[in-house]
């Protein structure tokens, strides 16, 4: 996997690649290159890949043959997954085509374009030979597909960074532009031959409107799920995390704020699905490195028999496991027609009258009704004398500070989400504890069961519950500081 950062330029047929060679930072333009690449693209028969900006090629020529995924660009970086080159040239590898099932949703992947590039390559090296920034100039010739296949022609110049700084980037970037070239008007090549694709129409509330800032809220986290589905795929750090994270506030949304978007009901339960879906892998990789960390603290003398191997290489592999079950559940028609369902919510939501009103004074009482959740909540927990159940209560307690937080973030109030947040915090370190205790005691008693020594789970589970209870003392100050 690479992250691809470059600028696109259109230039005219006669345009020249200027002298490079005084750019600061450049020691040396080193020879020129040539070469004869050959791209076959893959796409669904609608074009799903191509309308949410995704490319993928198999690749004949130049120094890269072979199998090129480009996912969506953000913050000016392309994530871009190669594979080598298979002997088949029209099936796509089925790892590449798995990391695009959020997108394709099952559909045949075949080819429906082909660009054939003559490519003339300028290096800038620096003072020990690196390669800091190369510029590509490329004739292009594409076809597209069909019944009747149509030919374009053009030429555009290409920059990308290698090993040097943005900086020089943009230096190079301004010298050729001030030889004639000028910012590319589509983001790739295959944008440009494809011409405009039909955007999917959407409905658009008033500007202001709570409706439309709820509705770009939605959206947002819609992008996020899909964006972190090829990277739960490939087991990437953190992205389960993140998906997990996108799936808890659409939830969270969609109940917040059921005054303005209504019918979604079904929605919430399948978003709570795939939350425990990827829940358990998180779950253990959380509890993995907090053993691991607790381990590390003590003295040698205090870790005895193979804990680590349990709560580490034991752990590691029921995550593996888990990572097992993800990857069935993202394959399956089920999370897919949870995709096609958040796609028709974010396109056409159906949204109440309450939904026009002024943005900032309906928003604002929807978050102001979450904290008071939380308050209703606590209440009710205190009231409580059986300690196992008030346990039950307290848990409940988080869960609301949680919901009052991802709605006052949703409507641009951080010292409420602030507030929220910290009891979330609190009342976490409290249930971390808690869930630590349950794990150690399985573990333990495993162990007992293989003759092996249990004397650091003791230890261990003196260490969360002390944790635990400290949290829990902590929270009525905490809770008269907030309210």
């Known amino acids: 996997m690479a992250i691809e950062i470059e600028d696109k330029f259109d230039v005219p047929a006669e345009f020249a690649v200027p002298d490079l060679n005084d750019v600061q930072g450049c020691a040396e333009v080193a020879q020129p290159l040539s070469h004869r690449l050959v791209a076959l693209y893959f796409d669904t028969a609608d074009l799903r890949l191509a309308s949410r900006g995704i490319t993928l090629r198999r690749r004949r020529g130049g120094d890269d043959d072979g199998w090129h995924l480009k996912l969506p660009k953000a913050k000016g970086a392309r994530q871009e997954i190669t594979l080598p080159l298979t002997r088949g040239a029209k099936v796509v590898p089925p790892e590449l085509a798995d990391l695009v099932l959020a997108y394709t949703r099952g559909a045949p992947l075949a080819p429906v374009a082909q660009l054939e590039t003559r490519r003339g390559v300028t290096r800038l090296l620096g003072d020990g030979g690196d390669l800091l920034v190369e510029v590509a100039d490329d004739r292009v010739k594409g076809t597209v597909f069909g019944e009747e296949p149509t030919v374009r022609r053009w030429r555009e110049v290409e920059a990308e960074l290698k090993d040097g ?23 790739s090549k295959l944008a440009r031959l494809l011409g405009d694709i039909p955007a999917r129409q959407v409905a658009e509330p008033p500007a202001g409107s709570a409706g439309a800032v709820v509705l770009g809220y939605l959206r947002k986290q819609v992008d996020a799920l899909t964006a972190q589905d090829p990277r739960v795929r490939r087991a990437e750090e953190d992205a389960v995390h993140q998906a997990r994270v996108a799936s808890r506030r659409l939830r969270s949304a969609l109940k917040a704020f059921k005054s303005l978007v209504t019918d979604t009901d079904d929605l919430q339960q399948e978003l709570r699905w795939l939350g425990e879906v ?19 603290g003590l003295g040698p003398s205090l870790v005895v028999g193979p804990v680590r191997r349990r709560l580490g290489d034991d752990l590691l592999a029921r995550e593996h496991d888990a990572y097992g079950r993800i990857r069935q559940a993202l394959s399956g028609d089920r999370y ?30 929807i978050a102001d009704k979450g904290w008071k959740g939380v308050a209703d909540t606590y209440d009710g927990a205190r009231r409580i004398d059986d300690a196992e159940q008030r346990e039950i209560a307290m848990h409940d307690v988080r869960k609301a500070a949680k919901r009052a937080r991802y709605t006052a973030e949703a409507v641009g109030l951080p010292e409420a989400a602030k507030r929220a947040a910290t009891v979330q915090e609190v009342l976490g370190r409290h249930q971390d504890g808690v869930v630590a205790q349950e794990v150690l005691a399985q573990e333990a008693e495993a162990a007992r069961q293989a003759d092996e020594d249990t004397f650091t789970y003791g230890v261990l589970v003196g260490l969360e519950r002390a944790d635990a209870e400290r949290a829990h003392e902590e929270f009525p100050g905490v809770w008269a500081t907030l309210a």
């Open 278 to 296: 990827l829940g358990e892998a998180r779950d253990l990789e959380v509890i993995r490195e907090r053993f691991s960390g607790r381990l590390d």
């Open 336 to 365: 897919f027609a949870l995709l096609d369902g958040l796609d028709r919510l974010v396109a056409n939501p159906p949204l109440t009258p309450l939904a026009g009103k002024d943005a900032a004074k309906t928003l604002e009482k």
């Open 165 to 187: 700084d943005e900086g020089m980037l943009k230096r190079v970037g301004k010298r050729l532009r001030k030889a004639g070239a000028s910012p590319a008007g589509s983001a």
